[in-house]
């Protein structure tokens, strides 16, 4: 299991590949965001969206499975987050895309009034298949701290 | 339908009732955010959350939900939204809980290089059913320029 001590900061992490389909799209869309350019191509086609689209809550969602992913496969003791700075929607994500993430952990501390708890300030950047950037955004997240 | 011209800072707006079932809780985690404290409640126990959570995505979904029935009931000419600052989960959402938002438009301006929207800044404040904030943020979003 990775730790607080052993997170690195400054190093780009590269993972994930999230096939966005229509039918996801449009399921989220039905029960989170049901505004007409993320449910139809004729309604989005009135927009800047062009054609149907998926909420930026949803690419923020499968951004999190891509980082939960990534975070099992490290077995890294994540302990949840306690907010996003700066969540920018860039470019709309359409049905047919691929997405993949850049991580770079900026900073780490440990909390001064939760001592088993470390702090990292990360930068997430989401890519769609022709490696244009769709969304941004800085976390902040918790991570055991143990074996000091 | 309600384009820029309507639109009025720094009125609070109270709307929404959403009831956070642990069916849904799951499901959402299941697909997005499977951490252990999102999916039982014996990992949430060795965790600060104490009790299986809502993801902290699942809430902004669930916030969206309840903004997009409230400009649809007041037929807003939305057209997405750009980005969100600080974005804050102050308190875990907990199956059970009945979620609800204040909303205020800070500031309103025309956009100039596209002069067909208009940009709002906006604080949105969720709470529980016991008044407690659950979650903060300020929200960028887009709406119809018409009619001037």
């Given at each position: ?39 139809n ?27 939960v ?45 939760r ?27 918790l ?6």
């Open positions: 299991m990775l730790y607080y001590k052993d997170i690195e900061t400054n190093i780009v992490q590269k993972f994930g590949s999230y096939e966005v389909t229509h039918e996801e799209v449009i399921e989220f869309a039905s029960k989170y965001d049901p505004q007409p350019f993320h449910l191509d004729e309604a989005a086609a009135k927009t800047h969206f062009g054609r149907v689209s998926a909420s930026g809550w949803h690419t923020a969602a499968m951004t999190m499975r891509m980082l992913d990534h975070m099992n496969a490290h077995k890294q003791a994540g302990l949840g987050s306690p907010g996003v700075e700066n969540l920018r929607w860039i470019k709309p994500v359409h049905p047919g895309d691929t997405l993949r993430c850049e991580l770079v952990t900026l900073q780490k501390r440990q909390s001064e009034s001592p088993e708890m470390g702090i990292l300030k990360s930068m997430m950047t989401v890519f769609n298949q022709h490696d244009e950037k769709v969304m941004t955004m800085e976390s902040t997240s991570i055991e701290v143990r074996g000091n």
